[in-house]
């Protein structure tokens, strides 16, 4: 079937590094803007980083503009987020998702299929 599989999470200390990986089946994610959201509990679903497909443009939130980095590794139909210099403001589970544009976009309703989400904590 069609979907979207994150992995990577885990328990880092501050300044750490982890790299998250959203595989695709079904389709080639080649094909399709990438984004990755972030909910931390109590609070609502943000966008953190995007990858485009037409051109490789990247998008980051703010908040993570210099410490995260969003690629994209065809051969094996995956993209990744490498994160860096975590803060503990960074614990939320992660989600990736493909967009239903050419382009990205931080709206959650321009995508169309979601991954199941890992958990990233950055302790104390």
């Known amino acids: 079937q069609v979907q979207l599989v994150e992995s990577g999470g885990g328990l880092v200390q501050p300044g750490g590094s982890l790299r998250l990986s959203c595989a695709a089946s079904?389709?080639?994610?080649?094909?399709?803007?990438i984004g990755w959201f972030r909910q931390a509990p109590g609070k609502e679903r943000e966008g953190v980083s995007c990858?485009?497909?037409?051109?490789?443009?990247?998008n980051h939130a703010d908040s993570v503009k210099g410490r995260f980095t969003i690629s994209r590794d065809n051969a094996k139909n995956t993209v990744y987020l490498q994160m860096n210099s975590l803060k503990p403001e960074d614990t939320a589970v992660y989600y990736c998702?493909?967009?239903?544009?050419?382009?990205?976009?931080?709206?959650?309703?321009?995508?169309?299929?979601w991954g199941q989400g890992t958990q990233v904590t950055v302790s104390s």
């Open positions: 998702a493909r967009s239903s544009t050419w382009l990205c976009s931080r709206s959650l309703h321009e995508y169309d299929l």
């Open positions: 990858i485009s497909t037409t051109d490789g443009k990247t």
């Open positions: 079904g389709f080639t994610l080649d094909h399709y803007a």
